[in-house]
């Protein structure tokens, strides 16, 4: 039989749940319920196989930043795939899609982050970086410089090193990570974690953490530290604005490298092309993927200072994937690039969406569930609380009622994520103030269900 989208909605779910291994899920509980089937979107919304339109608060998986059914992109793919549908950049030669979106990258980049190593994913890419990095310093004559520091809770992909870098501790819990020389610090996450303390000094004070890490393990043992501006899967943790200075000027001091995982922050998501702009953040290494794309195609990559790579270019790096610059991919990201650019969409999330949307989500801290609500550009959260004033957590299995209020979201035609107790969003950029409207009507309907 063929399958297609005009089967019922039954059947397609047992051959998903016979045959399909769905990530970061309790496979065996999603069969029991069958998983709800997508068959295809446009704009900012979603249709699944019953006919339901989806409004889609998070982008995918914070990927669609131009939003979906933008058939430029598919003509360009077809075009590509017709002209030349693979071929390597490993052994001395190019083509001209991986030309012309480095040559894009490095102009849209801030600084001299003018180098661009492609990979398939921001997995990928943060595994390139673990090995560029150590690499840069064993030329640089200092082999030693092997650690890199990075957060608790932090997402910096799925693989073994980039799940590694990463902090999340139900990850490491499983499959044998972390791999040796990776050294976690706390998140500034003051709603959770900051108790008495005024939230610029608790900024402050989980920077300083940095520092003390540097002379416990020895400045000579540090590579390099790696951090989302602002934090995204781990629930969208906006930091103080005392952080992100004290955390450069302590990578400055110490000479370690700073690598921003841009990976949900970058082309648009916080207001400007990355999130590294936003933060005020100079950063040595970029990881990007996600909105380089609108997860279009997948594609993801580092943009790498000049510095950096020149020391790199000095040897041979061993390292690369069969679909590092693939040229449909490239050729995708390429054209949309040239829609965020030329329809000004980063206009839109300044000086429409972004208001819009923080003025409407911040005052959902007046429900009784919701203590703060953070928000950057287009990428916010809030806590879900017991008690506002105490800032307290619910007593239940950590995200309980986290969960339960996504589902509400779902039964009510709205995809957004939880993360324990927090609600967080990532919804297409393109998102106008009447699709916002909808979202936190949606939202608050939900809300109140779980109340
Ligand atoms: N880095 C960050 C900040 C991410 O949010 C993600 C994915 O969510 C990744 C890296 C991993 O990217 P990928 O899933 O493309 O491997």
């Known amino acids: 039989t063929v399958i297609t989208n005009h089967m019922p909605t039954a059947e397609l779910q047992a051959l998903d749940a016979a045959h399909h291994m769905h990530p970061f899920t309790a496979n065996g509980e999603l ?15 979603l249709t699944d196989s019953e006919g339901h ?19 430029e992109l598919a003509e360009v793919a077809a075009r590509q795939m017709r002209e030349l549908p693979y071929y390597n950049t490993f052994f001395q030669t190019t083509h001209v899609p991986a030309i012309a979106l ?12 003018n180098n661009v190593f492609f990979a398939g994913s921001g997995s990928e890419a943060n595994d390139t970086n673990i090995r560029m990095v150590r690499h840069y310093w064993a030329l640089k004559g200092k082999p030693s410089k092997s650690v890199i520091i990075s957060r608790k809770n932090a ?6 090193g980039s799940g590694s870098l990463g902090g999340m501790s139900g990850m490491h819990a499983q499959g044998g990570m972390p791999i040796p020389d990776i050294h976690h610090i706390n998140q500034p996450n003051w709603w959770a974690e900051g108790g008495d303390m005024p939230p610029e000094d608790f900024g402050l004070q989980r920077a300083r953490e940095l520092e003390e890490a540097i002379l416990e393990l020895g400045e000579d043992r540090v590579a390099a530290f790696i951090a989302e501006p ?15 200075p004290e955390i450069q000027r302590i990578c400055d001091k110490y000479e370690i490298l700073l690598i921003a995982d841009e990976v949900i922050c970058g082309f648009g998501r916080t207001g400007n092309w990355f999130g590294s702009e936003t933060l005020n953040i100079r950063p040595d ?25 020149s020391v790199i270019a000095g040897d041979e790096f061993n390292h690369g994937y069969t679909y590092s610059g693939h040229p449909v991919a490239a050729a995708v990201a390429l054209e949309n690039l040239r829609i965020l650019e030329e329809e000004n969409i980063l206009g839109h999330v300044r000086d429409v969406a972004a ?50 209020c996504r589902e509400r979201c779902f039964a009510n035609n709205l995809v957004m994520r939880h993360v324990g107790d927090r609600m967080i969003i990532s919804p297409p950029l393109v998102i106008t103030p009447e699709q916002i409207d909808v979202l936190i009507e949606r939202a608050t309907k939900s809300l109140d269900e779980c109340y």
């Open 155 to 160: 997402y910096h992909g799925s693989s073994v």
């Open 102 to 113: 480095a040559a894009k990258i490095a102009e849209l980049a801030p600084g001299d982050l």
């Open 53 to 71: 339109q989806i409004l889609d608060a998070m982008a995918g998986l914070w990927c669609v930043n131009i939003g979906y059914g933008r058939g």
């Open 230 to 244: 602002v934090q995204g899967a781990g629930g969208v943790i906006v930091p103080p604005d005392s952080y992100w």
């Open 31 to 45: 069969s029991q319920k069958g998983a709800r089937i997508i068959t295809r979107a446009d704009g900012v919304h």
């Open 285 to 309: 290494i970029m990881t990007i993927a996600k909105g380089l794309s609108s997860g279009y195609a997948p594609i993801g990559g580092s943009i790498v200072s000049d510095e950096v790579a």
């Open 355 to 404: 208001p819009y949307l923080k003025q409407k989500w911040e005052a959902l801290t007046d429900h009784p569930l919701v203590g703060e609500a953070r928000i950057v550009g287009m990428m916010g959260s809030i806590a879900l609380t017991p008690n506002k004033e105490a800032r307290a957590a619910f007593a239940s299995d950590a995200g309980t009622v986290g969960y339960i």
